[in-house]
């Protein structure tokens, strides 16, 4: 009896001091905004960051977490625009499986928070809208790919005229998607060149959308066309060929390399995880690029519209996120100004949105058939 008694005191003892040893994810909670959907696991006891492996699959992040329990099997749907639901699965009494259905590949981190003012130990998930770039491989036998991007759509008519009006005479949606659609026929026409739109009617896709679909496509070029207001400066006319200034491009690679330091500043509990692509944003690559697309296609249009009709290539000073496809050559077309009288009445003209389409479309192939005669590595 007292060896029994002595077992069982013996088997309690090492239980609670098992339990004290490991944590135990406990609940749920999530809060969302339009910069990050935030998942916090509360637990009770602290979580060691080597006890938690992640790993993204496809659209689905897991992250295993050793010597930690549940109290049963978790699941939470959310009313996020970035995660659809998240399961806390237990595997064993020490291993949980955590499970974040996101509804599309999207960078992510994860930290802990230790227990405070009587809150409980955290495992926080952040997700954020920002897309994840796709490792491209070099072409042996290049098919090209280039993303056209009607500017604005659906419920986003762009710019107007009347300027201001409920049922504008002219709305620039309408004209950039059918420059676009003319640009996409003529390159459909060149051998070795494939065409992707951002959209082909009248429907509103998100500018981080239009962004990674140049992202997820590896494209070799993309190329997003609008026309212009300046209600101030009505004299203000012609086409302008937009890449983004070299001050935008530092200012990534500076945030980029401040990352990268966070990486080495761990706390002893957890440190910060983020996708070594946030770090690869390809800077240099994608100005210089650029660079090239915009010289080709404002030759181009020189060559097919009217020489005193392009004003030439103008940095894009402000943070224009079609601009800052990672890794992706890209450039913004102004076809002209509708504050304009004379670039208004050309605009809706089908003849001059043929020359303008076909003037683009030239620079495009001009600029695709160069890549095949230098060695390009993305």
């Given at each position: 009896m007292k060896g029994f008694l002595g077992a069982l005191l013996f088997s309690s003892f090492s239980y609670d001091s098992f339990a004290r040893e490991r944590a135990l994810i406990y609940r749920i909670r999530y809060s969302s905004t339009i910069?990050?959907?935030?998942?916090?696991?509360?637990?009770?006891g602290e979580v060691k960051k080597k006890d938690i492996k992640e790993k993204l699959v496809g659209r689905v992040l897991w992250l295993d977490v050793k010597n930690t329990g549940?109290?049963?099997?978790?699941?939470?749907?959310?009313?996020?625009?970035?995660?659809?639901?998240v399961k806390v699965l237990p595997i064993s009494s020490n291993r949980v499986k955590v499970k974040l259905v996101l509804k599309s590949p999207h960078k992510f981190k994860v930290?802990?928070?230790?227990?405070?003012?009587g809150r409980p130990f955290r495992i926080v998930i952040d997700v954020f809208p920002d897309f994840l770039t796709l490792s491209c491989p070099v072409k042996r036998f290049p098919e090209r790919v280039v993303v056209i991007d009607p500017g604005h759509g659906g419920k986003d008519p762009g710019?107007?005229?009347?300027?201001?009006?409920?049922?504008?005479?002219?709305?620039?949606?309408?004209?950039?998607?059918?420059i676009a659609l003319k640009v996409r026929d003529y390159?459909?026409?060149?051998?070795?060149?494939?065409?992707?739109?951002?959209?082909t009617k009248d429907v509103?896709?998100?500018?981080l959308k239009r962004a990674e679909i140049a992202a997820k496509s590896c494209a070799d070029a993309f190329v997003s066309i609008h026309a212009d207001s300046m209600p101030n400066y009505p004299s203000w006319s012609g086409v302008t060929v937009f890449k983004a200034s070299p001050r935008l491009f530092a200012k990534a690679e500076r945030t980029a390399k401040e990352v990268a330091k966070r990486i080495n500043l761990?706390?002893?509990?957890m440190c910060w995880s983020i996708s070594p692509l946030l770090i690869n944003m390809s800077t240099t690559v994608t100005f210089a690029e650029s660079s090239r697309l915009a010289k080709d296609i404002v030759s181009s249009l020189k060559a097919r519209v009217n020489e005193d009709l392009v004003n030439g290539?103008?940095?894009?000073?402000?943070?224009?996120?079609?601009?800052?496809?990672?890794?992706?050559?890209?450039?913004?077309?102004?076809?002209?100004?509708?504050?304009?009288?004379?670039?208004?009445?050309?605009l809706v003209e089908r003849w001059y949105q043929e020359e303008l389409a076909q003037g683009i479309a030239k620079g495009i192939e001009k600029y695709l058939a160069s890549l095949n005669k230098v060695a390009y590595e993305r």
């Open positions: 910069e990050r959907t935030r998942v916090v696991l509360d637990c009770k549940a109290v049963r099997k978790l699941v939470k749907r959310l009313r996020s625009p970035l995660v659809s639901e930290f802990g928070l230790r227990s405070s003012c710019a107007v005229w009347p300027i201001g009006s409920r049922h504008p005479i002219i709305r620039e949606k309408d004209i950039t998607l059918a390159l459909k026409r060149v051998p070795g060149i494939k065409v992707i739109m951002t959209r509103y896709v998100p500018l761990c706390s002893d509990v290539i103008r940095d894009m000073k402000r943070n224009i996120v079609v601009l800052k496809t990672p890794g992706r050559p890209a450039v913004l077309i102004e076809c002209g100004f509708l504050t304009n009288p004379t670039d208004r009445r050309r």
